[in-house]
């Protein structure tokens, strides 16, 4: 990797493959602003990273979070040089998710119908997939992102080790 000098904002950089990449990218001479949405995972992201990182939170949903976040690793380090954003490795529709997600949980798919998205009457306009690009990141951290699928079930299986702990959300 040539980071050198490079300032780089990783959205979901305070926990897990994006923590790796953070550390990573300093490593080769990179300065970072980390975006997370729990406070202590980010204050932990913080203290990890150390002076070549800023930890900031934000939730990657709002449209605003990553614009902050560049406008931050502008001030801080007088410039901008990418955006790392770390995700599954399929790209796939809304309709599409929402039935594979039934599907894994044993739900009612025949519940979820199509709708086109003019029909939602929404303010700014989405896109019709969901999903990132992740070749890069696979191939720069040499790890093999999952598939949604997998990643389903890697929850489901989550919440009912959870479950029967005698874990409960309420």
């Known amino acids: ?15 897990g493959m994006g923590l790796s990449a953070a550390r990573s990218f300093i490593r080769e001479g990179a300065r970072i602003v980390v975006v997370g949405r729990n406070e202590q995972s980010v204050k932990e ?13 934000g939730d990657a949903t709002q449209t605003d979070t990553a614009v902050k976040a560049i406008q931050l690793c502008l001030d801080q380090f007088g410039g901008f040089d ?9 790209i796939v529709d809304r309709y599409t998710f929402a039935v594979k997600v039934a599907r894994i949980f044993d739900l009612d798919a025949d519940q979820i119908q199509p709708i086109a998205t003019a029909d939602l009457g929404q303010q700014a306009p989405r896109p019709l997939k969901s999903g990132l690009l992740v070749d890069k990141a696979m191939n720069e951290l040499g790890v093999r992102l999952s598939d949604v699928e997998t990643g389903l079930r890697r ?3 989550q919440f009912q080790t959870l479950s029967t702990a005698g874990y409960r959300s309420d």
Not at 1 to 15: D, P
Not at 45 to 57: K, Q, T
Request: proline share 0%; charged share 15%; no cysteine.
């Open 155 to 157: 929850l489901k299986e």
């Open 1 to 15: 990797m040539q980071l050198q000098n490079k300032n780089i904002v990783i959205i979901g950089g305070t926990t």
């Open 45 to 57: 992201a913080g203290e990890i990273l150390g002076e070549s990182a800023i930890a900031f939170s």
């Open 82 to 90: 990418g955006l790392y954003h770390v995700a599954g490795s399929e």
